[in-house]
Nanobody, 118 residues
Framework: QVQPVESGGGLVQAGGSLRLSCAAS????????FGWFRQAPGKEREFVAI???????YFLDSVKGRFTVSRDNAKNTVYLQMNSLTPEDTAVYYC????????????WGQGTQVTVSS
């Protein structure tokens, strides 16, 4: 199993950029799909992006063209590069992991706060 740990959150002005990292311990890191989710105050948690173990990538429509996701299996780390941030991107961002296309997201990090000021 893996234990995701997020980092890289912070306060940024609208139009700015942040890069989140998700470090996950475990010998079989390369076998896992990793997802990024976020939860804004008073809202439900929503999917943001996924990078599968094969490298397939999918995004929430509202972040397409602004966010990119990548993974470095040698470093056991997944990245979420966020550009052109808006106040609507303000949320706690979570990294999650699973094995298998239809599996549940079993492993979650503690989250990292992203705040975008207008």
């Amino acid at each position: 199993q893996v234990q995701p740990v997020e980092s890289g959150g912070g306060l940024v002005q609208a139009g700015g950029s942040l890069r989140l990292s998700c470090a996950a311990s475990g010998r079989t890191f390369r076998d896992y799909d990793f997802g990024w989710f976020r939860q804004a105050p008073g809202k439900e948690r929503e999917f943001v992006a996924i990078i599968t173990w094969t490298g397939n990538i999918y995004f929430l429509d509202s972040v397409k063209g602004r966010f990119t996701v990548s993974r470095d299996n040698a470093k056991n780390t997944v990245y979420l590069q966020m550009n052109s941030l808006t106040p609507e991107d303000t949320a706690v961002y979570y990294c999650a992991a699973k094995i298998g296309e239809y599996a549940k997201w079993d492993y979650w990090g503690q989250g990292t706060q992203v705040t975008v000021s207008s």
